[in-house]
T-cell receptor, first 116, second 111 residues
Framework: GAVVSQHPSWVICKSGTSVKIECRSLDFQATTMFWYRQFPKQSLMLMATSNEGSKATYEQGVEKDKFLINHASLTLSTLTVTSAHPEDSSFYIC????????????FGPGTRLLVL | GQNIDQPTEMTATEGAIVQINCTYQTSGFNGLFWYQQHAGEAPTFLSYNVLDGLEEKGRFSSFLSRSKGYSYLLLKELQMKDSASYLCAVPLTGGGNKLTFGTGTQLKVEL
């Protein structure tokens, strides 16, 4: 099946630093990737849609200057949390679009971010 | 807009059957997904329904009624490993595969 990886799987950083999270589709090309954020005991909230070769589209309420997204190739999208603060601590999950039968999004394993 | 409702949590006994309900309101309809998510892990795909009726896949079945805006996930012969959050999701209308997720139903399977 289609595989999506994320790196790192977890990261602890100091407040004010920037953190980059990578999302890769390992065995397929994904023109579209999605970034989600999930707080404890809550559901996934879509942050932005990452489009290869063009600017990302952000959901309402998500600061595009704080959450920088770069979709540099058909297999890689990166999310950079700039000037991270403790309230940014969350579980960040990416997914890649790949139309194969009924399943159209494949999720990465997630990155847990803790900002001290 | 879109709205999805699921029970917050459920408890069931190993070996039993449990039904997790989901109701939704959307301006259009492009199918409904069910995902399973274990704590600290990413969601994994369970099912996708776009037509009315029941679809069975092993121990898991999913039902859809478009006229009622209602779906359920049926888990049979429950196992301890089925303890997880079950997420109902619908594509955003005109959203190019964007998904809106319900809050998820935390299922706890007990002995």
């Amino acid at each position: 099946g289609a595989v999506v990886s994320q790196h790192p799987s977890w990261v602890i950083c100091k407040s004010g630093t920037s953190v980059k999270i990578e999302c890769r589709s390992l065995d397929f090309q994904a023109t579209t990737m999605f970034w989600y954020r999930q707080f404890p005991k809550q559901s996934l909230m879509l942050m932005a849609t990452s489009n290869e070769g063009s600017k990302a589209t952000y959901e309402q309420g998500v600061e595009k200057d704080k959450f920088l997204i770069n979709h540099a190739s058909l297999t890689l999208s990166t999310l950079t949390v700039t000037s991270a603060h403790p309230e940014d601590s969350s579980f960040y999950i990416c997914s890649a679009r790949f139309d194969r039968g009924k399943e159209t999004q494949y999720f990465g394993p997630g990155t847990r971010l803790l900002v001290l | 807009g879109q709205n999805i409702d699921q029970p917050t949590e459920m408890t069931a006994t190993e070996g039993a059957i449990v039904q997790i309900n989901c109701t939704y309101q959307t301006s259009g309809f492009n199918g409904l997904f069910w995902y399973q998510q274990h704590a600290g892990e990413a969601p994994t795909f369970l099912s996708y329904n776009v037509l009315d009726g029941l679809e069975e896949k092993g121990r898991f079945s999913s039902f859809l009624s478009r006229s009622k805006g209602y779906s359920y996930l049926l888990l049979k012969e429950l196992q301890m490993k089925d303890s997880a959050s079950y997420l109902c999701a619908v594509p955003l209308t005109g959203g190019g595969n964007k998904l809106t997720f319900g809050t998820g139903t935390q299922l706890k399977v007990e002995l």
